[in-house]
């Protein structure tokens, strides 16, 4: 080999090297690169949800805030004896079929100074709200000893009166776009001045029922029906479920029959609520002729499509417990079902309750099987039992979402708000039972 030969061969490695060199570190820099686009996308997509979050609840927060509150005007009524207790005698159904409202009225217009123009009477009358007269009857039976005498009395204003006071931009618009003319506004102002108009804290809307009155209209039917339907649900969704899901995993053969069970188990967990809806219409309603509007039959079926959670999550939580806690019982003498009874289920009732939680919280929100069944009847009436006419919270969201009145607007949203809290404290709960009570093998 000459010379100028072990020259080259000598000197080609090392001229490759730096070329190797810069092209390995590009590919390192690009892989780098791409590295932190990936944390850019990942980072933007979080703060695009929570900004998104933020923005839902801050609207529903500003919308529904102002239902937290209802105006209310100050009368001096004057709750005449003759009307009330017609030849001396206080009775009760004489109480309850007074005209109320012809007092209330007589209060108003002694306060604004109205005389008999019908026209001024009927622009008055509409200040204050259709359930004043039902509002000093409850002051009355509550306390009769107030008759015949004359006391101050804090009647809900209407739905245009309470938008109004909230929304002082109205003001601003000609008096043929506004819900209230000019001396209705004066009205206000006068009685706003004389301090017979103030702001209270709206306990309607908690405890009143279905009424076409914004102002008086509230999901008190609608809660009470929706812990019936939950109570249902957790009395006929768990036992049948844990028990499902404990023979499957523990007593059923290995065959094409449980493959085919399971996979059907796993389907329904994804089918869309509407069919079960469909079910319970036609199984409970037209098969078995149960009750329309009940909460018994909103419950069971919302207890269908919570099987399918509470069996996945049970048998879940069956296989993570150890095959040592079953062989030592065994080993003791325990028999099967005492091992899986006194053993296995103990263990994994952890996960059980989570599963079942979270399916309940699931089942809480659905509208769609509801509205099947009849649960959107205008329920005013509290449900003594699961067998009455009751609505749920979800649904008397959709029926206050669809009405014209724009008053019904702040209480959507805070009904809303109502929800969201229920279904934020389930979940805590299930989560706060895991980490409770989950044992780490």
Same mark, same amino acid.
């Given at each position: 080999m000459t010379d100028s030969t072990l020259r080259m061969s000598t000197a080609d490695p090392l001229a490759r090297t730096p070329r190797?060199?810069?092209?390995?570190?590009?590919?390192?820099?690009?892989?780098y690169a791409a590295e932190r686009r990936f944390r850019a996308y990942g980072v933007?997509?979080?703060?695009?949800?929570?900004?998104?979050?933020?923005?839902?609840?801050a609207t529903l927060i500003l919308q529904g805030y102002g239902a937290l509150q209802q105006t209310r005007i100050k009368f001096d009524v004057t709750l005449d004896r003759e009307i009330l207790a017609p030849g001396g005698t206080v009775d009760d159904t004489a109480l309850r079929t007074a005209d109320?409202?012809?007092?209330?009225?007589?209060?108003?217009?002694?306060?604004?100074?109205?005389?008999?123009?019908?026209?001024?009477?009927?622009?008055?009358?509409?200040?204050?709200?259709?359930g004043a007269d039902?509002?000093?009857?409850?002051?009355?039976?509550?306390?009769?000893?107030?008759?015949?005498?004359?006391?101050?009395?804090?009647?809900?204003?209407?739905?245009?009166?309470?938008?109004?006071?909230?929304?002082?931009?109205?003001?601003?618009?000609?008096?043929? +776009?506004? =819900?209230?003319? &000019?001396?209705?506004?004066?009205? #206000?102002?006068? /009685?706003? @001045?004389?301090?017979? %108009?103030?702001r209270q804290f709206n306990t309607a809307l908690f405890v009143n029922g279905a009424s076409s009155d914004p102002e008086q209209a509230g999901m008190g039917v609608a809660i009470v029906g929706s812990l019936y339907m939950m109570l249902v649900v957790l009395l006929t969704a768990l036992p049948v479920g844990v028990a499902?899901?404990?023979?499957?995993?523990?007593?059923?053969? +290995?065959? =094409?029959?449980? &493959?085919?069970?399971?996979?059907? #188990?796993?389907? /329904?967990? @994804?089918?869309?609520? %509407?069919?079960?809806g469909l079910l319970g219409l036609a199984i409970f309603l037209n098969?078995?002729?149960?009750?329309?509007s009940a909460p018994v039959v909103g419950g069971l079926v919302l207890s269908l499509m919570t099987l399918p959670v509470v069996i996945?999550?049970?048998?879940?939580?069956?296989k993570a417990v150890p095959p040592s806690i079953r062989e030592a019982a065994l080993g003791v003498g325990a028999s099967k079902m005492q091992v899986i009874m006194h053993h296995v289920v103990p263990l994994a009732m952890p996960g059980v309750l989570t599963g079942t939680i979270i399916g309940m919280a699931r089942a809480l929100?659905?509208?769609?099987?509801?509205?099947?069944?009849?649960?959107?009847?205008?329920?005013?009436?509290?449900?003594?039992?699961?067998?009455?006419?009751?609505?749920?919270?979800?649904?008397?969201?959709?029926?206050?979402?669809?009405?014209?009145?724009?008053?019904?607007?702040?209480?959507?949203?805070a009904a809303i708000l109502i929800l969201l809290a229920f279904l934020v404290v389930m979940n805590a709960t299930a989560v706060i039972l895991r980490r409770r009570f989950e044992r780490r093998w």
């Open positions: 190797k060199l810069t092209f390995d570190s590009k590919r390192i820099r690009a892989r933007a997509a979080i703060v695009f949800g929570l900004a998104f979050l933020v923005w839902l609840f109320y409202t012809a007092m209330v009225r007589t209060a108003l217009r002694t306060t604004l100074g109205i005389g008999s123009d019908r026209v001024a009477r009927r622009e008055a009358y509409a200040l204050m709200s259709n039902s509002e000093l009857r409850r002051i009355v039976l509550a306390d009769p000893t107030l008759i015949g005498k004359t006391v101050p009395v804090w009647i809900s204003a209407s739905a245009d009166v309470d938008t109004f006071l909230k929304d002082q931009k109205q003001r601003q618009l000609a008096e043929d +776009r506004r =819900r209230l003319n &000019d001396r209705q506004i004066a009205w #206000i102002d006068r /009685l706003t @001045a004389d301090g017979r %108009i103030d499902a899901a404990v023979y499957l995993e523990e007593f059923a053969p +290995r065959n =094409r029959w449980t &493959d085919l069970i399971e996979v059907n #188990i796993n389907n /329904l967990a @994804a089918v869309p609520s %509407i069919v079960f098969f078995f002729g149960m009750p329309r996945i999550a049970t048998r879940a939580s069956i929100g659905e509208t769609a099987p509801l509205l099947l069944i009849g649960m959107v009847a205008f329920v005013v009436a509290y449900p003594a039992t699961p067998f009455d006419p009751a609505t749920a919270l979800p649904v008397q969201i959709y029926m206050w979402a669809g009405a014209s009145e724009r008053a019904f607007v702040e209480r959507t949203s």
